[in-house]
Antibody, heavy 120, light 109 residues
Framework: EVQLVESGGGLVQPGRSLRLSCAAS????????MHWVRQAPGKGLEWVSG????????GYADSVKGRFTISRDNAKNSLYLQMNGLRAEDTALYYC?????????????WGQGTLVTVSS | QAVVTQEPSLTVSPGGTVTLTCGSS?????????PYWFQQKPGQAPKTLIY???NKHSWTPVRFSGSLLGGKAALTLSGAQPEDEAGYYC?????????FGGGTKLTVL
């Protein structure tokens, strides 16, 4: 059974940093691309970033480019999102999602999310 | 960054058929945008229904189908069930970026 468990969310002040993690199990993590998708309270889904199986292809939404960095550790079956220069508009539930392919296509399985609140 | 548009809300009768659409600010939606469709119910994580325009996952009910229609991606629900009441999001690919539409709230009434 595919399982994706996000962690690292919390309350952080504007301008500070936070690192999210996603622990994957139930599939061969090093064979699939991965994504981060967020959802602000009461709003729609927003794709944040994606990374191919070998980190060779990475993409970011314009809203986070230059501030967020996606990475993965295939030896640890883990996906990460380093978030710097956080803003109030980054407040959201952050989902980790597995791609159905090894290159960047789109999500098939989703985690339950970790909440990030940016506020002073 | 491109803008992806969806109907904000639609209503369908139980047993009826409804089509949701997904347009792109850059022009015609093609298979090259690899359209995806997701269903999200309140308090739950999204569930992927359709990938690459028309492909279904093993868990996708047969009553859902994906296509291209009139320059847009489309999700058709044939034989709506009460449990299909949910938010539906499309996602299009633009090089290495992905963009979600604003979502359609589907009411089964």
């Amino acid at each position: 059974e595919v399982q994706l468990v996000e962690s690292g969310g919390g309350l952080v002040q504007p301008g500070r940093s936070l690192r999210l993690s996603c622990a994957a199990s139930g599939f061969s993590f090093d064979e699939y691309a991965m994504h981060w998708v967020r959802q602000a309270p009461g709003k729609g889904l927003e794709w944040v970033s994606g990374i191919s199986w070998n980190s060779g292809r990475i993409g970011y939404a314009d809203s986070v480019k230059g501030r967020f960095t996606i990475s993965r550790d295939n030896a640890k079956n883990s996906l990460y999102l380093q978030m710097n220069g956080l803003r109030a508009e980054d407040t959201a539930l952050y989902y980790c999602a597995k791609d159905w392919d090894d290159v960047l296509t789109g999500p098939d399985y989703w985690g339950q999310g970790t909440l990030v609140t940016v506020s002073s | 960054q491109a803008v992806v548009t969806q109907e904000p809300s639609l209503t369908v009768s139980p047993g009826g058929t409804v089509t949701l659409t997904c347009g792109s600010s850059t022009g015609t939606v093609t298979t090259g945008h690899y359209p995806y469709w997701f269903q999200q119910k309140p308090g739950q994580a999204p569930k992927t229904l359709i990938y690459d325009t028309r492909n279904k996952h093993s868990w996708t009910p047969v009553r859902f189908s994906g296509s291209l229609l009139g320059g847009k991606a489309a999700l058709t629900l044939s034989g709506a069930q009460p449990e299909d009441e949910a938010g539906y999001y499309c996602m299009l690919s633009y090089s290495d970026a992905r963009v979600f539409g604003g979502g359609t709230k589907l009411t089964v009434l």
